[in-house]
């Protein structure tokens, strides 16, 4: 079967899909690939630097167990890879609760690597992509674009937004705060490292979807990641000594303070961007995805709104009612 055969039966298959991009595993001779197309009305919600088979080429000499890229087309645009066995780390260990041991060890190591990569090494940056150890200016990068979105979407969801403590100006309480980031070599980032994005065999880790990969800050890789994984206490502090104990001193150094402020600004970016999100995802959800997405949503609302001088007492009742009329359309 040719590439364009394995895409064209791919288009009409049953596909597991994120927010960008619907991954089919295909069958052929030479055993199952995973055929990548990107969803073409996807609304970017996230930075997006370079194409993923860049970050996967420039990574392969430097990190293991992630995707083997087989083919690029432009036109159509998809990509295929080798189609990893196992289980999502997901399905297993959803958000929140404990992951196996050798995960945490799996996921430092690969932050290891990562900061290990040579920029030369690494796709082309834009002239205006800040320098490295400019952490402010990558701060800036990060909240300009979650400022992009609100505004994009204020119009429609102004009603919404003010009802769940959202303010007009959601970014005033982290955009002061930039400036004082403690400066750091930067690295190249996954920058979407949750469960999802994980798949356990034989009690190894796999690591896909390098579609939103950065050059920046260490630091955010590490805080957008605790943000995402939700981890319960013991594992997070588990994490963290490992975190610290064998990336480069530099890539971790910093108080406290600079990680509490890349995770402020994730978590005021979920709330924006998960409410359009979301809404969006309600009118087809049956019952139990309805319940799922709308008690999902009150917890991410609900660790945002201290940082606005909100009570986190947010109930799923309310966010239902709220995003009725985009359920209704």
């Known amino acids: 079967m040719t590439w364009l055969g394995l895409y064209e039966q791919a288009l009409g298959a049953e596909a597991a899909a994120g927010y960008y991009n619907r991954n089919v ?72 609760s ?21 920029q030369e090494k690494a796709p082309a940056l834009p002239p205006d992509w800040p320098v490295s150890g400019d952490s402010p200016g990558f701060g800036r990068v990060l909240s300009g674009l979650t400022d992009r979105i609100h505004r994009k979407h204020l119009a429609e969801y102004r009603e919404v937004f003010a009802g769940f403590g959202i303010p007009e100006e959601p970014l005033a309480v982290v955009e002061p705060l930039w400036d004082g980031l403690t400066s750091r070599p930067f690295a190249l980032l996954h920058a979407d490292l949750h469960r999802k994005n994980m798949i356990v065999r034989d009690a ?61 600004h994730e978590r005021i970016k979920s709330a924006i961007v998960d409410t359009v999100r979301y809404s969006q995802q309600l009118g087809t959800a049956s019952p139990a995805q309805h319940d799922f997405l709308v008690t999902r949503l009150a917890g991410k609302l609900n660790a945002a709104r201290p940082l606005w001088g909100s009570s986190p007492d947010l109930t799923p009742d309310r966010v239902a009612a709220a995003l009725t009329p985009w359920s209704e359309r």
Not at 98 to 108: F, Y
């Open 204 to 264: 190894t880790t796999w690591f896909l979807d390098w579609e939103l990969a950065l050059w920046g800050d260490p630091l955010y890789e590490f805080g957008i990641h605790l943000h995402k994984m939700d981890y319960p206490l013991d594992q997070r502090a588990e994490l963290t000594r490992q975190w610290r104990e064998r990336l480069p001193a530099e890539s971790t150094t910093g108080p406290l303070a600079d990680l509490d402020l890349y995770l402020a």
């Open 98 to 118: 404990s992951v196996p041991a050798h995960v945490l060890t799996d996921i430092v190591a690969l932050l290891e690597r990562l900061v290990r990569v040579p």
């Open 25 to 96: 595993g295909v069958p052929t001779p030479e055993g199952k690939v995973n055929v990548r197309i990107p969803l073409a009305a996807a609304d970017a919600m996230d930075v997006r630097l370079w194409p993923e088979e860049q970050v996967l080429a420039c990574i392969s000499p430097y990190v293991g167990r992630v995707p083997e890229l087989r083919h690029v087309s432009e036109h159509p645009r998809f990509q295929v890879h080798h189609f990893i066995e196992g289980r999502v780390l997901d399905a297993f260990s959803p958000r929140g």
